[in-house]
Nanobody, 123 residues
Framework: QVQLVESGGGLVQAGGSLRLSCAASGRTFSNTAMGWFRQAPGKEREFVAAISGSGKSTAYTDSVAGRFTISRDNAKNTVYLQMNTLKPEDTAVYYC????????????????WGQGTQVTVSS
């Protein structure tokens, strides 16, 4: 069983930055693709970013490309989401997710999820 624990959320003003972390345990981390998703009130959970096990491949949704950066430290079994130039529309609960090997943008292809961390961006 894979356990995922997110941290780093909080309240920030528009234009500010936050870094989310997700600590993983329970399987070989370097063989695990990781994704970040978010869910705003009343909306479906949506893809934000993903990274392959090696860290060589990444993917972003268009609305965060150029502002957010996903990275990982396999020695620490941790994946990060650096969020810059935050906007009020980035307000959501952010979840990290894990799946074997291959990056996916599809939330239904991730069997393992963290509990989420709240990000609130004030205008």
């Amino acid at each position: 069983q894979v356990q995922l624990v997110e941290s780093g959320g909080g309240l920030v003003q528009a234009g500010g930055s936050l870094r989310l972390s997700c600590a993983a345990s329970g399987r070989t981390f370097s063989n695990t693709a990781m994704g970040w998703f978010r869910q705003a009130p009343g909306k479906e959970r949506e893809f934000v970013a993903a990274i392959s096990g090696s860290g060589k491949s990444t993917a972003y949704t268009d609305s965060v490309a150029g502002r957010f950066t996903i990275s990982r430290d396999n020695a620490k079994n941790t994946v990060y989401l650096q969020m810059n130039t935050l906007k009020p529309e980035d307000t959501a609960v952010y979840y990290c997710a894990a799946r074997a090997f291959v990056v996916s943008l599809n939330k239904y292809e991730y069997p393992h999820w963290g509990q989420g961390t709240q990000v609130t961006v004030s205008s």
